[in-house]
């Protein structure tokens, strides 16, 4: 088992920042690519961004490229979405998770639902305008 909690969340106005925060206990993440997901009311949860065992990889949704960025620091076993540059259509309950199987990581499976097995509980995001 693993467990994931976020933390961060709030209310901002627009252009304003926040960072979250995903730490996990339990069983441990190593080796597992991370993800960062989003769900607005009476929407789809939708892939936000996503980072690979090492680091070296990431990837994000097009609507967050240039504001969002998503690191993780493995001796804290906790990852994180810097996001800048808040725009009120970034409102929504954002989630972490981790992904199902070791392996490389691509854009495609990155941004899969499917491909994440455990998940937070969520910290609401709220920009307003």
């Known amino acids: 088992q693993v467990q994931l909690v976020e933390s961060g969340g709030g209310l901002v106005q627009a252009g304003g920042s926040l960072r979250l925060s995903c730490a996990a206990s339990g069983r441990t993440f190593s080796g597992y690519a991370m993800g960062w997901f989003r769900q607005a009311p009476g929407k789809e949860r939708d892939f936000v961004a996503g980072i690979s065992w090492s680091g070296g990889n990431t990837y994000y949704a097009d609507s967050v490229k240039g504001r969002f960025t998503i690191s993780r620091d493995n001796a804290k076993n906790t990852v994180y979405l810097q996001m800048n540059s808040l725009k009120p259509e970034d409102t929504a309950v954002y989630y972490c998770?981790?992904?199902?199987?070791?392996?490389?990581?691509?854009?495609?499976?990155?941004?899969?639902?499917?491909?994440?097995?455990?998940w937070g509980q969520g910290t609401q995001v709220t920009v307003s305008s």
């Open positions: 998770a981790k992904r199902r199987n070791f392996g490389a990581t691509t854009a495609q499976t990155m941004g899969a639902r499917y491909e994440y097995d455990y």
